[in-house]
């Protein structure tokens, strides 16, 4: 399997694997994804940030913008392995210049690892980023504040 190291993109950004020296980046970037987020009354769990998986990381100059998280797992029903996106985030002024690139380093990776799908968040902002990549819509979830 790659390594995927460090893989540049333009002069000023790059692609790679985060590591344990970029958490802190990494909480702090999940905090302004948590400002824009329909759940930002809710108090955001750092701990479990700090342990997230597989996460992909956009870099300008050397500064975590951007992110993706995922988890390969077996699918509860199917003889398969699928991957399911945790976490998308890339600040708003990074996101026209190489934010897909995030979901394609993550589907060459789940290629890597067999996966035999990819399961992405679906909300208003990615139907149509998702849909130019060549994803089609499977389902929809709602959900209900119960307290």
């Keep these: 399997m790659p390594t995927y190291n460090s893989i540049p993109l333009d002069d000023q950004y790059s692609l790679r694997i ?17 400002k824009e987020s329909p759940y930002a009354h809710l108090a955001l769990d750092e701990d479990f940030i700090r342990t997230m998986p597989m996460t992909f990381g956009l870099f300008h100059e050397g500064e975590l913008v951007g992110f993706l998280s995922g988890m390969k797992t077996k699918h509860h029903l199917f003889k398969a392995q699928f991957a399911t ?20 380093m993550y589907e060459a990776w789940a290629q890597d ?34 307290r």
Excluded: F, W
């Design 113 to 146: 690892c067999d996966v035999l799908c990819l399961m992405n968040m679906n909300t208003p902002k990615l139907d149509k980023l998702y849909g130019k990549m060549g994803y089609t819509l499977l389902e929809k979830s709602y959900i209900k504040e119960l």
């Design 85 to 104: 996106e945790l976490a998308y985030y890339v600040l708003p002024q990074h996101r026209k210049k190489h934010s897909l690139e995030l979901v394609r």
């Design 18 to 34: 985060l590591d344990i020296g970029d958490v802190e980046a990494l909480v702090r970037l999940s905090h302004a994804m948590h």
